[in-house]
């Protein structure tokens, strides 16, 4: 499973691609906002700079014609966007008319089965289905990211399966044992990914061991 950075803070990004494992970004536009930059063109493109695998960004308009329209343009800002459109009747038009163009979409806000198919079927490149908003609203959000697995793979579906929404490690775990092609994790999750405190325990008693040699050494 690959791991995708969902955020558009450039500095969270820097940092994750240091590490090595990061190879995508997700952004939607309250993530954006959260940043609190106005310049949506410049953010995507530093993004892509940083991060050469695909980075979605969202159509922030309404209609299909207009989405179709700013589509084109964001997909003209680097060779690596891919276009995030949400799972609408609107949007499988939308996906339909960017596949034939060559265009990557994103098949975002996925709450179903269905949604994932008909996104898969128009097209998209990837469908995102949202874990945590699943399970805030009740329901099981891994079990859908399985099902979307086990009908593309039954069917032999190109489309990747991207497990959004991720709020926790666990989360994570639970993503890569359902055989999602990606999790797209916050900074925060990735980070709390690399910690296990029997390692920061294992790594402070080697030191302190070494250091017992070493001075033993001075004597
Ligand atoms: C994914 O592409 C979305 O940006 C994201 O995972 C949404 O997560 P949230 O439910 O925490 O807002």
Known sequence: MEIFLDTANVKE????????VVSG???????????GNADYE??????????????????????AEAMIEQARKIAAWAPNVVIKIPATA???????????????????????????LLGALAGAAFVSPFVGRLDDAGH?????VEDIVDV???YQLPTKVIAASIRHPEHCLAAAKAGAHIATVPYKVLMQMTKHPLTDV??????????????????
Not at 140 to 144: A, F, I, P, R, V
């Open 90 to 116: 609107e949007g499988l038009e939308v996906t339909s008319a960017l596949a034939r163009e060559k265009i990557k979409v994103n098949f975002t806000l996925c709450f179903s089965l269905n949604q994932a």
């Open 140 to 144: 099981d959000g891994m079990e859908l």
């Open 42 to 63: 410049a953010v995507v493109k530093e993004i892509c700079t940083i991060i050469p695998g695909p980075v979605s960004a969202e159509v922030v308009v309404e209609g």
């Open 13 to 20: 990004i820097r940092q994750g691609a240091k590490l090595g």
């Open 202 to 219: 294992g790594v402070a008693r080697f030191l302190s061991d070494w250091q017992g040699i070493s001075r033993g050494k001075g004597k």
């Open 25 to 35: 970004v997700t952004t939607n536009p309250s993530l954006l906002s959260k940043e």
């Open 152 to 154: 593309f793979d039954y």
